[in-house]
């Protein structure tokens, strides 16, 4: 039986897996900014750090990349190389690993070891670390926090009091402007509503008139018409008789005409 051919079916992208890289690689680039993580120069960079007998004091008070540089010369006694530099770096700044973690792991590298480097101050760093961060020490930490809090907590309580009472009387002026506004606005709808019925009862009126006007233009057009009757039978009343009635009658002032033959 012959197996049937697979196709290469790409991966299914998950966009979720993708932003986190993105954020990832935009928080490194950030952080490389931030603290000035452009590639040094080596040769630049590492002239003077040999010739110096360094304290633990002095290598945890540097910047970051001398101090990369400087615990390589106190306990190696040579320059690092841009690997070892980088990655020291990248611990420091993006992996958060604190100094003295780092001079302890330097101490004990088997390098440092057969060189048999001294380094001023460094146990004495060393304890101060170790008990600054051991777990009395933290709880004496955790215990003045509290104490300071509980002596805070009456200060806090009044401002607290006093917030209260300024938003109390924040409350009273809003409720007040609110009242104000609402009396505002009832006596603007009724003065809207008093408006409203005057320019109704103004209609009503114009309406009226204009029933008045048109029953007087029927009237007057009635009188108009009945004047216009009398005037034509006056006319006709005033008229003068026709020629042929004016024919008939005789002609006083022609004696021939008035004469028998």
Same mark, same amino acid.
């Given at each position: *039986?012959?197996?049937?051919?697979?196709?290469?079916?790409?991966?299914?992208?998950?966009?979720?897996?993708?932003?986190?890289?993105?954020? !990832?690689?935009?928080?490194?680039?950030?952080?490389?900014?931030?603290? #000035? /993580? !452009?590639?040094?120069? *080596?040769?630049?960079?590492? %002239?003077?750090?040999?010739?110096?007998?360094?304290?633990?004091r002095?290598? /945890?008070?540097?910047? =970051?990349?001398?101090?990369?540089?400087? &615990?390589?010369?106190?306990?190696?006694?040579?320059?690092?190389?841009?690997?070892?530099? =980088?990655?020291?770096?990248?611990?420091? +700044?993006?992996?958060? &690993?604190?100094?003295?973690?780092?001079?302890?792991?330097?101490h004990?590298?088997?390098?440092?070891r057969?060189?048999? =480097?001294?380094?001023?101050?460094?146990?004495?760093?060393?304890?101060? #670390?170790? +008990?600054?961060?051991s777990?009395?020490?933290? /709880?004496?930490?955790?215990?003045?926090?509290?104490?300071?809090?509980?002596?805070?907590?009456? %200060?806090?309580?009044r401002?607290?009091? @006093?917030? *209260?009472? !300024?938003l109390?009387?924040?409350?009273? $002026?809003?409720? *007040?402007?609110?009242?104000?506004?609402?009396? &505002?606005?009832? @006596?603007?709808t009724?003065?809207?509503?008093?408006?409203?019925?005057?320019?109704? %009862?103004?209609? @009503?009126?114009?309406?009226?008139?204009?029933?008045?006007?048109?029953?007087?233009?029927?009237?007057? #057009?009635?009188?108009?018409?009945?004047?216009?009757?009398?005037?034509?039978?006056?006319? $006709?009343? =005033?008229?003068?008789?026709?020629?042929?009635?004016?024919?008939?009658?005789?002609?006083?002032? @022609?004696? +021939?005409?008035?004469?028998?033959?």
């Amino acid at each position: *039986m012959k197996n049937k051919a697979v196709p290469n079916v790409p991966p299914k992208l998950d966009l979720d897996e993708l932003m986190e890289r993105i954020r !990832s690689e935009l928080a490194k680039q950030s952080a490389f900014q931030k603290h #000035d /993580l !452009s590639a040094p120069d *080596m040769g630049n960079t590492s %002239q003077g750090f040999e010739r110096r007998n360094w304290t633990a004091r002095e290598l /945890l008070t540097l910047p =970051t990349a001398e101090f990369a540089h400087a &615990v390589h010369f106190a306990f190696l006694g040579r320059e690092p190389t841009p690997d070892e530099f =980088t990655r020291l770096r990248d611990r420091l +700044i993006l992996q958060h &690993v604190g100094r003295m973690r780092v001079l302890r792991e330097f101490h004990d590298l088997p390098e440092g070891r057969q060189r048999r =480097t001294h380094v001023d101050g460094f146990w004495r760093e060393s304890l101060k #670390d170790r +008990i600054y961060w051991s777990p009395p020490a933290k /709880l004496g930490r955790f215990a003045g926090r509290a104490i300071g809090d509980l002596s805070r907590t009456p %200060q806090r309580i009044r401002a607290f009091v @006093n917030r *209260m009472e !300024s938003l109390e009387r924040g409350w009273a $002026e809003l409720s *007040m402007a609110t009242a104000t506004f609402k009396n &505002v606005q009832a @006596n603007t709808t009724a003065e809207l509503r008093r408006l409203q019925k005057d320019v109704a %009862q103004f209609r @009503n009126a114009l309406e009226d008139l204009k029933r008045g006007v048109d029953g007087l233009e029927v009237v007057l #057009d009635a009188r108009v018409e009945s004047l216009a009757a009398r005037i034509c039978q006056i006319e $006709e009343l =005033t008229e003068p008789a026709p020629d042929s009635e004016q024919a008939g009658a005789p002609d006083a002032s @022609n004696p +021939i005409a008035g004469s028998p033959g």
